[in-house]
């Protein structure tokens, strides 16, 4: 039996299930993280089919780039999930879970962009943009060009 995790937004409108197993936490630092949470993004993972909506009636998505949407509540404003196009897993804001004990820290993202007023803290990495290492890289803290954008683009043909 695959044990599962619930959440939902503040609200209620939107509540989801989600199974274990649950990514590491990745906190993203990036324009687009930053300006839709108002700091940035603390976020988990699960496969699409462990992935469970039961309730949506709050659920929209805005397109934020060509290769992703974000999921919030459009009754309480909560920030709820980013999904790649095509693919199989989904993102999930941490905050958004009811019970996220024992999930642990992995590392921050898009630190290029991150927001002046804080320095990120916790994990085992810091990356300019969006190549999470494999294994611990703590050394890994320059910074490259921050004219690099948001996402890797993929375009398509
Ligand atoms: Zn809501
Ligand atoms: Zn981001």
Known sequence: MVSKREGSCLCGAVQ??????????????????????????????????????TCDQGLAWYRASEIATRGFCR???STLFWQRDGADE???????????????????????????????AGGKYQVPGSDRPATPQPEVLALRKPSMSPYPVKRRS
């Not at 993202?109 to 007023?117: R, V």
């Open 90 to 120: 989904i993102s999930i804001a941490a905050g958004t879970l009811d019970d996220s004990t024992g999930l642990i820290e992995d590392g921050h993202i898009f630190c290029a962009e991150k927001g002046g007023y804080y320095e990120p």
């Open 75 to 77: 009754i309480c404003g």
């Open 16 to 53: 989801f299930t989600a199974g274990e197993p649950l990514r590491p936490i990745v906190y993203c630092h990036c324009r687009q993280c930053r300006k839709q949470t108002g700091h940035f993004l603390a976020s988990t993972a699960t496969a699409l089919d462990r992935f469970q909506l």
